[in-house]
């Protein structure tokens, strides 16, 4: 199976290309352009590199969400513009799911954070074992408080993945003695970890048109309109 695929649920964005479980090709931009910017060309660049045409792809994954949620809206655009255009199936993966994908080669917990503002982060834990991953949570906002206690009752070591992983060791380090800071290059998301969690017999395929965006929480603007709303203030 030939997948192309796509992450930007977060400030850095790239596109790899597997068949099957090999990694034909990536690239990866943290350079401060917006996603919509960069994420075709990359595609594009990708592609030409690798020899590969579009017709020859299988399906196209995409981390659906949690994160960022421009970057979630223009990941899922692109690839539905795409998916549309070659008449091909969507892979939508969870984006804590997917960076969990990057981590079988340890026996221990992954705890996946994404900073959601407001002293919460998106998160999902993992179970692995002899190179197997088992989901623990479901993707969820939940405050870095609640986290703390939960993670307190796991045994170490518990890998920390993701944009929030810093923040979380920092906050967390001292009551939770089993915690380690994964290094940069297993810790941020990737379009390669969308690939391998977009192989796991969990995620189903989709449509261009049924593909849709994972926020788990209303943006900022709708979220601050409703408390406007319920304080009578319109």
Known sequence: MKLLCFESTAKAASVALLEDSRLLGELYVNNGLTHSQTLLPMAQAVLENTKITGQELDCIAVAAGPGSFTGVRIGIAAVKGLAMALDKPCAPVSTLAAMAALMPYRAGTVCAVMDARC???YNALFALQDGKIQRLTPDRAVPVAQLRDELAAYPGPIFLVGDGAELCY?????DVPGLILTPEHLRMQRAYGVGI?????????????????VYLRMPQAQRELKRRQAGGLE
């Open 170 to 174: 920092n906050e967390l380090k001292l």
């Open 197 to 213: 969690a977009a192989q796991q017999g969990d995620v189903e395929r989709v449509t261009a048109q049924e593909l849709l965006p």
């Open 119 to 121: 002293a919460q982060v």
